[in-house]
């Protein structure tokens, strides 16, 4: 199967919003510091519980 990734909200080191509403995490490798729409990227699923929706 495929999975298709949108962020989450605003982006930054401070902004834990986004990551609670994250159901996976994108795998960026080292040498790729860029990914574009359309790159197949590897991702990390994270457990979610539907009832803190």
């Known amino acids: 199967g495929q999975y298709f990734t949108r962020l989450t909200g605003p982006q930054g080191s401070g902004i834990l919003t986004s990551m609670s509403r994250a ?25 979610w519980n539907e009832e803190m929706e």
């Open 23 to 47: 159901n996976g995490l994108v795998v960026v490798p080292e040498d790729k510091p860029r990914v574009e729409a359309g790159d197949v990227v590897p991702v990390m699923m994270l457990d």
